[in-house]
């Protein structure tokens, strides 16, 4: 993610940013699980432990995983629409991408973990057409663009996004870390 800029995008080089991916279905623990919207798609690899959702456990990008108060932020409002623009260096067939924000009273002195969020996304973007192999229109556009509303907070958040692959058994996590005035 480039726009807004994600810590990846910030701390690390453009290959490493684009290669934060583990098991799919966050905010779920287990690999093998199934899509229950499009059951032929490949099942979850192992998702990143908690603790390691910013890096998706990679060990080389580690330090985005670390609770620090000055991680670059980008200024919003509450209610504010935003848009960010994801660019992929290899396109995948895509089955959705998921948007979380950290509850309004989690611990940014801790790190990251499933607790810290919002059970649900906020926004979702699906993509309908099954079975995977049979569909060429599931490799988004470079860059796609997503737009939606940001919901009622105050202060230091951070907001999680997902994009889950229908061929593979990953997902691509990225983290921008917001501040709501």
């Known amino acids: 993610?480039?726009?807004?800029?994600?810590?990846?995008?910030?701390?690390?080089?453009?290959?490493?940013?684009?290669?934060?991916?583990?098991?799919?279905?966050?905010?779920?623990?287990?690999?093998?699980?199934?899509?229950?919207?499009?059951?032929?798609?490949?099942?979850?690899?192992?998702?990143?432990?908690?603790?390691?959702?910013?890096?998706?456990?990679?060990?080389?990008?580690?330090?985005?995983?670390?609770?620090?108060?000055?991680?670059?932020?980008?200024?919003?409002?509450p209610g504010e629409s935003l848009t960010v623009s994801w660019h992929f260096r290899m396109p995948h067939k895509t089955r959705r991408w998921n948007y979380f924000l950290t509850r309004p009273d989690w611990d940014p002195g801790l790190p990251l973990s499933r607790a810290q969020f919002e059970p649900e996304p906020f926004h979702v973007v699906q993509l309908p057409c099954q079975p995977f192999w049979q569909c060429d229109d599931l490799e988004p556009e470079n860059p796609t663009q997503h737009t939606f509303t940001l919901p009622e907070r105050s202060g230091r958040q951070v907001l999680l996004a997902v994009w889950e692959v229908a061929d593979t058994g990953n997902a691509f996590y990225q983290v921008i870390d917001l501040d709501f005035g």
């Open 1 to 77: 993610m480039t726009d807004p800029p994600s810590r990846a995008a910030i701390y690390l080089t453009d290959w490493q940013a684009a290669d934060l991916e583990a098991g799919k279905f966050f905010p779920a623990t287990e690999a093998g699980l199934q899509d229950p919207f499009a059951p032929e798609d490949v099942v979850s690899a192992t998702p990143p432990p908690d603790g390691r959702i910013a890096s998706a456990g990679r060990d080389y990008a580690a330090m985005l995983d670390e609770p620090r108060p000055d991680w670059q932020a980008h200024q919003v409002s």
